[in-house]
């Protein structure tokens, strides 16, 4: 499925909702990532931060600490 695809189908998702907490919720998580984005581009990363989150990740992964797609696909579908 294109991006294109995936952005309607999200839509048509979010217009079927009513529940305002999860309306609150993703309105949120989309402001949080424009912010992050933003401050990305204008504050790029050192290579120590960037190696210290792949060491961060490796370590989360040895020890179990991982959501795979279907776990958080089963959570999102409680949302409705």
Do not use: C
């Amino acid at each position: 499925m294109d991006l294109q695809t995936r952005k309607i189908h999200f839509v048509q998702e979010i217009l079927r909702l009513k529940n305002v907490e999860i309306i609150e919720k993703l309105e949120k998580i989309l402001h949080n990532e424009k912010k992050k984005i933003i401050d990305i581009k204008s504050n790029p990363m050192t290579l120590e931060v960037f190696n210290s989150l792949i060491d961060q990740a490796e370590n989360d992964a040895e020890n179990d600490r991982l959501y795979n797609a279907g776990e958080i696909l089963k959570d999102i579908d409680t949302w409705k």
